[in-house]
């Protein structure tokens, strides 16, 4: 059933590409018929979700559009994208008591990667220290957070919020009684 429907999604991403790419280079069915070697009932086909290409129909389509192979089967970055936490798999120690929600993760040409993370009393977190550069900027939304950046302790309640250098070796512990969340930004330079 899994697998049923990743082939569905997929077919609607390659779908919702090739629509979307044909339109951008103002090309009719008959054109992009004409450019690729496939013919216009199967490409009106795929853009309707109608029909599954085979890897040699995208390949063909692929060349003749001048794109690469992929393009046609990644999702394509929306304006805006919503994020439910609850759909987001956490990063545990083992036991739970510290677990990293990885929101918006870190890709390629995004210097940035942005996590909210929960810390049960007693959770201790250390971090090797990042490339030189490195930024990362806390905002503490409950409890009481104890972070270590090099030798320097600092101490934050709910609704504080502070910056350091990530170059160094640093840690996070909920010394507290209640539950510790926090969102985290490491900036990449």
């Given at each position: ?10 077919n ?32 009106g ?19 003749g ?26 990063l ?8 990293l ?14 996590l ?16 030189p ?38 840690g996070?512990?909920?010394r ?14």
């Amino acid at each position: 059933m899994q697998e049923q429907s990743s082939v569905e999604n997929l077919n609607e991403i390659i779908s919702g590409n090739l629509k979307r790419l044909r339109r951008e280079k103002e090309l009719t069915l008959d054109a992009l018929a004409e450019m690729t070697g496939v013919s216009k009932s199967m490409l009106g086909q795929i853009e309707r979700g109608e029909s599954a290409p085979s890897v040699a129909t995208l390949w063909k389509i692929s060349m003749g559009m001048k794109i690469s192979f992929t393009s046609l089967m990644v999702e394509n970055k929306q304006e805006a994208q919503i994020i439910d936490n609850g759909d987001i798999e956490p990063l545990t120690n083992g036991d739970d008591s510290f677990k990293l929600y990885p929101v918006f993760p870190f890709e390629p040409g995004r210097n940035f990667e942005i996590l909210t993370i929960e810390m049960q009393p007693g959770a201790e977190s250390l971090s090797m220290p990042h490339d030189p550069g490195t930024e990362e900027f806390v905002m503490v939304y409950s409890g009481q957070m104890t972070l270590l950046v090099g030798e320097a302790v600092y101490t934050l309640n709910a609704n504080q919020s502070i910056r350091y250098e990530a170059d160094k070796k640093h840690g996070y512990a909920n010394r507290g009684k209640d539950l510790v969340k926090l969102c985290m930004v490491i900036y990449y330079a």
